[in-house]
């Protein structure tokens, strides 16, 4: 079992190395205000049965939660994924994965929609030889906490007598995002979970013991330094091993990271809305504060992938008409995946929804267009079940917007210690590719799952008691129709024989 916990602290945040105490086993932190990240790493059979069994039908799954509250990213921790609970899943060849679902129902609540991977999970949709994809199959599902998680880990991991653990655990409250991956050569579990901010008072003052056992920990306290390429994050601070490190040491390094925040002049926030009235065929519309949005490099495009649960979906051939994304200011439709039959009522539809990728088309630099912008993606409800008020309430959680760039270093990627892959939209690109993040704005509608990153829309349904009279008016429509046509018929052959009546 091995830990690493990685402190980043602001440029502008004063930083005195007398806040860090090493003392045998143990390192005592006092006052100190930092984004931090969380790295587990687990042998598969230090596991419980019940884990270690689900994930020996896996050949990689990797799970991506995040809080539907909004956070500011910060350096190297900047990829960004739409809220919610994100999978992505390839099961091993000739077993069956029948343990997949029951797990994930009892580890992240039974509310979501999970039979099983074949079933429930969908597949990634390349639109070109030159993509590349992590995971045969994906999911996502809205879960706006960790509640049921840490129940799980205090109930079947932790032992009641383990303080350190259950504390830990508790932790996950205050996180804005969870990571959990594992792959069958590796044979581990790697947890990893980061918050942006220390909870209340505002900064961390902890004292952090050697993880038990034969484990090892590692801590860094770091802060973003001046980088010599635009692919580049450098970071400098001071590192230490807890039970082998006499003292915490100085460091300075930099790699290369595809993940980067994006310059101010290229657009730091957006905005997401569905203005009225929405009906049946709502409108997703982002907005950005300025149409002046140079890209950060020559080569990049502007790209928004959107997260849609099976409610709604997209028209994939109206996405198709180049006259018509030019006016709602859209370049193309990159990849549609998932769920997208046009006629199917939402209580047939077996798989969790669909994603897509699209290209924006932000205003050029001669454009004399208002302060904002705004880009446009149409969408279509399906038919939900009759309630009792004829409105029903469906949930779509904002999609993320980035800056795509092809990038020559891409092959050297794999050297930052912090690189957040299997994301979902990055395997839609090439691997040199580097990624500028903008930063979701503030909402000004709170939602019912307590954070700003979700949109919650009233859209119409039947309203029960109604469902006998639109039965009964539709039969009364085909029968008349019927009736219609066959006494225009009759009629027609009545004048018809007047007309040529048979000789005597």
Not at 370 to 383: F, K, M, V
Request: proline share 9%; aromatic share 10%.
């Amino acid at each position: 079992m091995r830990e690493r916990i990685t402190f980043i602290h602001g440029i502008n945040e004063e930083f005195d190395p007398k806040q860090l105490r090493l003392n045998n086993d143990t390192l005592h932190i006092t006052s100190l205000n930092a984004a931090r990240e969380d790295r587990l790493t687990i042998g598969l059979y230090e596991l419980p049965q019940e884990l270690w069994r689900a994930l020996k039908q896996c050949h990689e799954i990797h799970i991506r939660w995040v809080s539907p509250s909004p956070y500011r990213s910060i350096a190297p921790f900047v990829s960004k994924v739409s809220p919610g609970l994100h999978i992505l899943f390839t099961p091993q060849r000739n077993r069956t994965a029948d343990l997949i679902c029951p797990l994930l129902l009892k580890i992240f609540g039974t509310d979501i929609k999970c039979a099983s991977p074949g079933e429930t999970f969908t597949r990634f949709s390349a639109t070109s030889e030159r993509f590349t994809s992590s995971a045969e199959l994906q999911y996502y599902a809205l879960v706006p906490s960790l509640e049921s998680v840490i129940t799980y880990i205090q109930l079947k991991i932790c032992q009641l007598s383990d303080e350190a653990c259950q504390a830990k655990t508790l932790s996950l409250h205050s996180a804005d995002y969870l990571d959990i991956d594992f792959d069958a050569i590796s044979q581990s579990l790697v947890v990893t979970a980061f918050r942006q901010k220390p909870p209340p008072p505002g900064t961390w003052s902890a004292s952090i013991e050697k993880i038990g056992g034969s484990g090892k920990t590692e801590i860094g306290i770091l802060a973003n330094e001046d980088t010599v390429g635009p692919e580049r994050i450098s970071l400098g601070g001071f590192l230490t091993t807890i039970g082998e490190s006499a003292q915490p040491d100085p460091t300075r390094f930099s790699f290369p990271s595809r993940h980067h925040v994006c310059p101010p002049e290229s657009g730091t926030t957006y905005s997401t809305t569905f203005p009225h009235p929405r009906g049946l065929h709502p409108i997703l519309r982002l907005t950005f504060p300025s149409t002046s949005m140079p890209p950060p490099l020559p080569t990049c495009a502007l790209h928004t992938y959107i997260i849609l649960p099976s409610s709604i979906f997209p028209d994939k051939y109206q996405l198709s008409s180049a006259l018509f994304l030019t006016s709602q200011n859209l370049r193309s439709l990159r990849s549609v995946s998932g769920e997208t039959d046009l006629e199917a009522p939402n209580w047939v539809i077996s798989k969790w929804g669909s994603t897509l990728l699209v290209e924006l088309a932000p205003p050029t630099l001669e454009s004399s267009s208002p302060s904002e912008w705004h880009a446009s993606i149409p969408l279509h409800l399906r038919y939900l079940p009759p309630t009792s008020n004829g409105t029903s309430s469906i949930s779509i959680p904002w999609p993320i917007v980035f800056w795509a760039c092809p990038n020559d270093e891409g092959a050297k990627m794999r050297t930052n210690p912090f690189d957040r892959v299997n994301l979902g939209f990055e395997s839609l690109f090439g691997q040199l590719t580097m990624f500028y993040h903008l930063q979701p704005g503030q909402s000004t509608v709170k939602s019912d799952f307590g954070g700003q990153l979700i949109e919650n829309l009233q859209v119409p349904v039947l309203a029960q008691g109604w469902d006998g009279y639109v039965e009964a008016g539709t039969v009364g429509c085909v029968l008349f129709g019927v009736l219609w046509l066959i006494w225009k018929l009759l009629g027609r052959k009545e004048r018809r024989g007047m007309l040529h009546p048979k000789a005597e």
